[in-house]
């Protein structure tokens, strides 16, 4: 195991001081109970996607910096350009490019597999792309994750991955389009998602149908699109970035957003995490349970905290409507500290600035 580098181990402080308890709680029930008890400001619910905290662990698929399996590219670079303009108190990417709003609004769903950082990273892509060039549609997260394998990404498919080394893999490779499981036999992308929607805890509310008894393999595409009626080949269907780069800070974050649209984020989870309904999140209670990756799409300020606005790939019945606020500027859970993204071209000419 790599010995954690002490400006992670600060970065983390926050979290991990409250999750060397000796005992921590093991059920969502306990942990809601405590949640909503305290002046936390946010509230929790029993969640009904998962029945137990090792199956939240199983989706957990960011590896995360100080982990082995960690790659650090120096071909990644901290990006922090100049920038001349105020930062404004909110920002939404869905409000502020309406255009784009079925892209950077549309919440997924990884199902039982720990493709979270393909997701987060072929999300916030898709929305940056959407940006420069106005084109809708989705891009392929069934490609990332098939795809950008160990030695292009350090990835293990369903078993975990980095959204900074997908950035990379989107320059240098790029990825197809690709909807979601219900785009399946439509024949209007190259590779939509294969795995449907689940639940592990299936309730009236859930309306989603129980995932299986073990993690889903990682799929295997290869080098041809998945719809054979599509009408673009697997290489000719390639969208690429133009850079990839991580950010580290607030402002950094902010700045970027504003400029490009959404960005890739990876962060611990923690046992109350699932339990959140609405409200700014902070742990507050339940140890550690991995990695997981998200895209940040804004801020804001609630009651007096400042917060991240961020979509998770959980269906939009986990949450709110699939997205939850988590606090800004105390890079809780490490949200702030493994932040990355990109630029896109708007042709084969100019970049968009």
């Known amino acids: 195991m790599l010995k954690m580098p002490s400006f992670q181990a600060l970065a983390l402080g926050a979290c991990l001081a409250a999750a060397v308890a000796e005992e921590q709680p093991t059920k969502f029930v306990d942990i809601v109970d405590i949640v909503n008890s305290q002046n936390a400001g946010w509230s929790a619910e029993v969640p009904t996607r998962f029945g137990s905290l090792e199956e939240v662990k199983r989706v957990c698929g960011a590896v995360l910096r100080g982990n082995e399996s960690f790659r650090e590219m120096d071909t990644l670079k901290t990006h922090d350009e100049f920038w001349a303009g105020s930062i404004p108190t909110d920002f ?28 987060a990273s072929t999300e916030a892509f898709n929305d940056r792309r959407c940006i420069a060039t106005g084109d809708t549609t989705l891009l392929s997260v069934e490609d990332t994750l098939s795809n950008c394998g160990f030695w292009k990404c350090g990835s293990a498919g369903c078993g975990g991955g980095q959204p900074g080394m997908a950035w990379r893999w989107f320059t240098s490779v790029g990825v197809v389009t690709g909807g979601d499981y219900d785009d399946i036999g439509k024949g209007d992308t ?38 054979r009626s599509y009408s673009k080949s697997y290489s000719s269907d390639k969208k690429r970035a133009s850079s990839a780069y991580n950010l580290g800070s ?50 804001g300020t609630e009651s007096g905290q400042d917060y991240w606005l961020v ?23 490490g949200i702030e500290s493994q932040v990355s993204a990109g630029t896109v071209r708007a042709s084969n000419e100019a970049l968009v600035i």
């Open 250 to 299: 607030v402002k950094a974050i902010q700045k970027d957003i504003m400029k490009y649209g959404s960005a890739s984020a990876a962060f611990t989870v923690y046992a109350d995490f699932p339990t959140y309904k609405h409200g700014v999140y902070a742990h507050t209670a339940g140890a550690r349970l991995g990695g997981h990756a998200v895209k940040i799409m804004g801020w």
């Open 92 to 119: 939404d990417v869905r409000t502020h490019w309406p255009k784009c709003t079925s892209v950077s609004g549309h919440i997924r769903d990884h199902s039982d597999c720990g493709s979270c950082w393909a997701f």
């Open 311 to 333: 979509a998770n790939s959980w269906n939009d019945q986990w949450g709110d409507r699939g997205t939850f606020k988590i606090v800004r500027g105390k890079n809780d859970c």
């Open 190 to 227: 190259c590779a939509p998602y294969s795995f449907a929607p689940c639940a592990h805890r299936t309730t009236p509310s859930a309306k989603l149908p129980a995932c299986g008894a073990k993690e889903y393999p990682t799929p295997k595409i290869g080098s041809q699109c998945t719809e």
